[in-house]
């Protein structure tokens, strides 16, 4: 009997730790929680949150901070996250200067970064590496594709953006697919929130068409400005002018916008539709572009988590690029630079139920990589 | 270039300057009259631009919402001069940075609490909506008109108030000898609390302006704190007058900038190159002409003469 009991004991523990390696994962998230770009940051954090929560693994613990937008306290965050906290895994910054700032480090000291959004191209070259991933896109994806579009419609474009890494990335992704004439390339200053100056520029410019990269707080001040000023000429931009978590404060003004994105809140698949349905029942509201990027950096680490220890870098890494998810998007892989594969739609801003949303019109690329993943050596 | 679109230009310059008016006239008379740095300041605008926002959806009305705004603001300028600034009258600027920097984080927070992480929207009221054609083939928003012919009342008003009344007599009393006025009977207290809620109230007001510009959020004063306090120290600590030409002359230097520095580099380099350098460039203008002003005019163009 107690022979019997003895194996049956070690036969249930050795079958527990066959099943799931039963190892601890912290994550350390830092996302914009405050200021003008606090709506991107609180998306990312739920958006994540929820997926982990209906992983129900209950071995992985994440701790949140706020970075404020500002990238010395990204770094201070990131590094308090790495040596006090011993996290496993950093997550959720929303701007390209700030994962700037923290991804180097943090891969130097043989951290995973897994990103939900930020994805400059100083990370996708020749700067690559085996610990960072991209679960969004490559910044210039969304850019490259409206560029495309307007080929069909514009002859005359005026190109905006902020003045920081991902602006550049975004009028350098444009142009790249864009071959009409340029009547203005503008930079502004990041945080900006009056653009009454590039406003009067525009209507000068004798432009067809307006192609705006202005995310978060900026967004909402540059259309309710332009939709003010009287103005006529029809505005595009990459999807994030136009997500969930700005349009309705921009109100009535971005109707009839064109944007692009990897997902929309109309896409007609049951992984789609599941998780808008859990995302609206959880927070109340519809998810934006930020929601669903986070949600699947989310669920690469629980399902890399799942199959490897953390602590086996090179295996962890196996497993994160398997890519072995339900993503809302549809169609997800990694490309060799550790960035997506994925396709890009043409969304049109539309009010459904006296809500303001993205609808989807057609794709714009099937399985789109990016420009940098053949200088990337890893 | 053509002429409308300078037209255009100056008066966005002069819009800008004249809302940077609006945050600095309170700035510069608290500190002029008190002698207090009040970092709180862009927290009042914050204050003024949400209570503006939540009267309006309240009420459907923005009217309503100016006037909760001003009274708002005013109010919280009020209890925080009642409750803190009152005991840091005697201390030095350090402690008063300190405890007003204080009142930003709980200002902050508070508001966060309150509203939540996410913008709240303001539109403008439909009498102030559509555009002017001005000319020269130009054309304006109504509503950026109607701000700057607000400040320019604001203006007119402040200069009655504190030149031809009783009350602006004792501000001016009160800028030149503070313990002269008290000992001659005037309640240097009330005086104080009213020229804080004063401050407070234009801030407010700019806040609830702009608010139906830009978004309305939490932290959205900082910004302009900054610029405002380029402002003061441009026009001379102390003088309103000085906050006036001072914004005025930032706004137009910095609407200006932004559009004319990077086509004058087009000339040189090529317009991408152009656009990115000539916006990191406007964005620094207004410092370089703040160094440039304060090394000719240590004390600012228009310094108080008692001071």
């Known amino acids: 009997m107690k022979t019997m009991l003895a194996a049956a004991t070690m036969a249930l523990s050795l079958g527990a730790s066959g099943l799931v390696m039963a190892e601890p994962l912290k994550i350390g998230m830092i996302t914009t929680l405050s200021g003008g770009g606090a709506g991107l940051g609180v998306d990312t954090r739920d958006g994540f949150m929820l997926a982990i929560k209906q992983s129900g693994n209950k071995d992985i613990t994440v701790v949140t901070e706020d970075d404020a937008q500002k990238p010395e306290l990204a770094v201070q965050i990131a590094d308090k996250m790495i040596q006090s906290d011993n996290v496993d895994v950093l997550t959720g910054i929303v701007w390209s200067n700030l994962l700037m700032a923290v991804v180097p480090g943090a891969v130097a000291q043989g951290k995973f970064y897994v990103s939900t959004n930020a994805a400059p191209a100083a990370l996708a070259g020749q700067g690559c590496n085996k610990l960072y991933f991209n679960a969004a896109y490559q910044n210039d994806n969304l850019h490259e594709a409206m560029g495309e579009y307007a080929n069909k419609t514009n002859k005359k474009m005026f190109i905006l953006a902020p003045n920081y890494p991902a602006g550049k990335d975004s009028l350098t992704g444009f142009k790249r697919y864009y071959k009409g004439e340029l009547a203005g390339e503008v930079y502004t200053k990041v945080g900006q929130t009056d653009y009454a100056a590039e406003i009067a520029q525009m209507r000068a410019s004798g432009a067809d068409g307006i192609f705006v990269f202005l995310p978060g707080g900026m967004g909402i001040a540059f259309m309710k400005q332009f939709a003010q000023s009287g103005v006529k000429i029809p505005v595009m931009g990459p999807g994030f002018s136009f997500s969930q978590d700005v349009l309705p404060a921009i109100g009535d003004a971005a109707l009839g916008a064109k944007a692009s994105g990897q997902w929309a809140p109309d896409f007609d698949t049951e992984v789609s539709k599941k998780f808008t349905a859990d995302f609206q029942k959880e927070y109340n509201r519809l998810p934006s572009i930020y929601a669903v990027q986070a949600y699947d950096a989310a669920q690469l680490i629980v399902s890399a988590a799942g199959k490897a220890s953390v602590k086996d870098a090179d295996a962890f890494r196996n497993e994160l690029l398997k890519a072995d998810i339900q993503s809302p998007r549809g169609n997800f892989k990694f490309n060799t630079n550790q960035h997506p594969i994925q396709d890009i739609y043409l969304t049109e801003v539309v009010k459904k139920d006296g809500v303001l949303t993205n609808k989807t019109v057609e794709k714009i690329f099937t399985d789109h990589g990016d420009a940098y993943a053949k200088d990337c050596k890893i | ?307």
């Not at chain 2, 439909?126 to 701000?147: E, H, K, T, W």
């Not at chain 2, 234009?202 to 139906?212: D, I, K, P, S």
């Open chain 2, 1 to 307: 270039m053509t002429i409308a679109l300078a037209l255009e230009q100056l008066l966005n310059g002069i819009q800008l300057g004249v809302m940077l008016f609006l945050m600095a006239a309170g700035l510069t008379l608290i500190f002029g009259v008190m002698g207090l740095i009040n970092l709180a300041h862009g927290s009042l605008y914050m204050v003024g631009a949400f209570a503006c926002a939540t009267v309006a959806a309240w009420t459907g009305s923005f009217w309503l919402g100016l006037i909760a705004s001003l009274a708002c603001a005013a109010a919280a300028g009020a209890i925080v001069e009642l409750a803190v600034i009152r005991r840091l009258y005697d201390r030095d600027h350090l402690d008063q940075v300190l405890a007003t920097f204080a009142l930003i984080l709980i200002f902050s927070e508070g508001t966060r609490w309150l509203f939540g992480d996410f913008p709240l929207y303001l539109d403008i009221p439909p009498l102030l909506q559509g555009i002017v054609n001005l000319p020269g083939d130009a054309s304006y928003p109504v509503y950026r008109l109607a701000i700057i012919a607000v400040g320019a009342l604001i203006a007119l008003g402040l200069y009655l108030l504190i030149g031809k009344t009783r009350l602006g007599m004792r501000i001016r009393a009160g800028e030149s000898d503070r313990e002269m006025i008290g000992a001659l009977g005037v309640d240097i207290r009330t005086l104080y609390t009213l020229v804080f809620a004063l401050g407070s109230a234009l801030a407010g007001l700019a806040g609830a302006l702009v608010g139906a510009l830009q978004s309305v959020q939490v932290g959205m004063g900082e910004p302009v704190l900054i610029l405002a306090f380029v402002v003061i120290v441009i026009g001379g600590i102390g003088s309103i007058k000085g906050a006036l030409y001072g914004a005025l002359l930032v706004g137009v230097t910095d609407t200006l900038g932004r559009f004319l520095l990077p086509q004058l580099l087009a000339l040189f380099v090529d317009p991408s190159q152009a656009g990115m350098i000539g916006g990191a460039m406007a964005s620094m203008l207004i410092y370089v002409v703040m160094a440039v002003i304060l090394a000719v005019k240590p004390r600012g163009l228009f310094p108080p003469a008692h001071a």
